[in-house]
């Protein structure tokens, strides 16, 4: 969220630390107006970060409204996954050896493998299968976080690309290159072997995204 002022924050972090508060709750603990709380609140549920809901009535009258966070706001807080990631890479190769990261990373991809497979041919496929498969591919690298799509590569083989415009994993890869060397894998394996995969873009090769050619062989 572009506009998180020291108010809108200070408000996350209260409801964080409780169930729910009122508008008033929240004015009482942090010094301010109910106003001002009221107008700040109103901005995080539009961006998605709150929840409102109705207390129970507790007599005459409209029952307070209480405000919670949403899932949404845990991007408000710190993440240390990253780092967290690139610390476990380390440490397996640090007591237990390269040899052992890559038998780790290698598990990862044959299970990434195995969940792509049944993906792709989750449903009968249309005429064009191979363009099916890679856009039900782009879809669920997108669920992941990759920001995919896929284009029309053009050329004699009517190839396609899959590009992929963010990369989650990015700190582990630049940790640890046999991450997207067996991303690559991956994708070779999941969409068959009558389909050629080649990398054309990189982001760590310093290019702003990967990008795939993929065209049946």
Not at 112 to 141: I, T
Not at 174 to 192: D, I, K, M, Y
Request: proline share 4%; charged share 30%; with cysteine.
């Amino acid at each position: 969220m572009s506009d998180m002022t020291d108010a809108k924050r200070r408000l996350v972090e209260r409801l964080k630390r409780t169930d729910s508060a009122t508008a008033g709750e929240l004015a009482s603990d942090l010094g301010l107006t109910d106003t001002a709380v009221r107008q700040h609140l109103e901005a995080l549920e539009l961006s998605g970060f709150v929840r409102r809901s109705a207390a129970e009535a507790t007599g005459r009258g409209r029952p307070p409204v209480r405000w919670q966070l949403t899932a949404a706001a845990a991007g408000v807080f710190p993440d240390r996954h990253a780092e967290l990631t690139v610390e476990l890479i380390d440490s397996i190769r640090s007591e237990l050896g390269a040899e052992a990261l890559e038998r780790v990373l290698e598990a990862r991809a044959s299970r990434q493998v195995q969940h792509y497979r049944q993906l792709l041919d989750a449903a009968p496929l249309p005429a064009d299968p191979l363009a099916e498969r890679v856009r039900r591919l782009a879809e669920q690298r997108s669920r992941e976080g990759y920001l995919a799509e896929v284009v029309d590569g053009g050329g004699p083989r009517r190839e396609l690309l899959l590009v992929e415009h963010h990369c989650p994993i990015a700190a582990a890869a630049q940790s640890c290159g046999t991450v997207c060397r067996t991303e690559l894998e991956v994708f070779r394996a999941a969409l068959g072997d009558d389909v050629m995969v080649a990398r054309e873009q990189h982001l760590l090769a310093g290019d702003q995204r990967c990008a795939y050619r993929i065209s049946l062989r």
